[in-house]
């Protein structure tokens, strides 16, 4: 996945846009790969305050564990 931070004018709660491509297949994929981003997003212990997020999902969304799905996550926000 490729994440891309701003600043948030809406003050401390973080705001999440999750985005796919068409090469992704159908709609029941891309939805899957979306979803799939939005549960990891959400499980976090620890979400970062005061940033707008773009979450470009890559093809190994769909069907990577979801446990190394929410690691990748958490490095990538990490490393903000």
Not at 48 to 67: H, N
């Amino acid at each position: 996945m490729i994440v891309v931070a701003a600043p948030s004018p809406q003050g401390e709660r973080p705001r999440l846009a999750v985005v796919t491509i068409k090469g992704f297949g159908d709609a029941v994929e891309r939805n899957r790969a979306r979803r799939r981003l939005r549960a990891a997003f959400g499980g976090l212990e620890d979400p970062p305050k005061g940033l707008d997020l773009i979450l470009t999902a890559r093809l190994s969304a769909r069907t990577v564990a979801f446990t190394l799905l929410c690691e990748d996550l958490r490095a990538a926000l990490g490393r903000l």
